[in-house]
């Protein structure tokens, strides 16, 4: 049985930071469903690994190892895509990173880096798709945001900014490219079990704390976010745009 609504046969996604974590899960659920994906990250031998992984469950998957912190990287990895691989329909601005440290205490050279990777490369890849989105009429944006997108807390001031900025940039895109047919949408993660979280996964006092913080009581499973990436892919959400959704169990709803 198909769901014409959600289904992603004939499109091709492409994934930034996604040879593990929340990525990777992303990329898997969209192969699922019936996308052909590309892989992006910098480190090629732990791309590979993932690919294989994917194409072993019988999935098209091809691997782009530029970095999207670099601005011309960006420009020339996306175009030869689009040149040798074909037209990208999907792409998922998942790359980011987490530094934590009081605030008074933070280096200014995370500060540029935690910009660069999370923020600096959702507008660096946004853009260069876009330009050929805007070209065919059509393209699925997606942009990783976080509940730190509307929340704070100790020790990560920096990467609470950059994550409200993606939800921002989320709604210019919106704002500047629905007209020529494109959706741009964001998901907020809330805590998720993740190798970016591990450290917090493994203390007790954290996760306490989390669990009794969170309506639904537990950390989140990455496979629960496919869902809303799928719906935002796919022509389910055709007059879906700027919206970020909240996939938290319940975490921004209450205090």
């Given at each position: ?9 004939g499109?091709?996604a ?8 929340i ?17 992006n ?56 990173m ?30 260069a ?7 065919r009429?059509?393209?699925k944006i ?10 704070a ?6 990467y ?24 741009i949408?964001?998901?907020a ?5 993740t190798?970016?979280n ?7 006092e ?37 919206h ?8 921004t709803?209450?205090?």
């Amino acid at each position: 049985m198909t769901f014409p609504l959600f289904d992603l046969s004939g499109s091709r996604a492409l994934v930034t930071g996604s040879s593990q974590g929340i990525g990777f899960a992303l990329a898997r659920g969209l192969a699922e469903h019936g996308a052909a994906i590309i892989l992006n990250g910098r480190d090629r031998d732990k791309l590979e690994n993932a690919a294989q992984s994917l194409r072993s469950a019988g999935h098209e998957v091809s691997v782009s190892d530029f970095d999207v912190t670099d601005h011309a990287a960006v420009g020339r990895g996306v175009n030869a895509i689009e040149k040798d691989i074909g037209p990208i329909d999907i792409l998922i601005n998942n790359a980011g990173m987490q530094f934590r440290t009081p605030l008074e205490d933070f280096p200014a050279d995370r500060w540029e880096q935690l910009l660069e990777t999370n923020i600096s490369s959702v507008f660096y890849v946004g853009q260069a798709v876009a330009r050929h989105m805007i070209g065919r009429g059509r393209g699925k944006i997606i942009n990783i945001a976080s509940v730190q997108s509307e929340l704070a807390r100790p020790g990560i001031a920096p990467y609470t900014a950059t994550k409200g900025a993606v939800k921002n940039l989320t709604r210019g895109m919106c704002t500047d490219w629905a007209r020529y047919g494109l959706q741009i949408n964001a998901i907020a993660p809330g805590y998720f079990k993740t190798p970016l979280n591990q450290a917090l996964v493994d203390s007790t006092e954290f996760s306490s704390w989390l669990e009794n913080r969170t309506p639904a009581g537990r950390w989140g499973n990455v496979e629960e976010l496919v869902g809303a990436a799928v719906f935002l892919a796919a022509r389910a959400s055709s007059f879906v745009n700027g919206h970020t959704l909240y996939v938290d169990g319940g975490i921004t709803t209450s205090l």
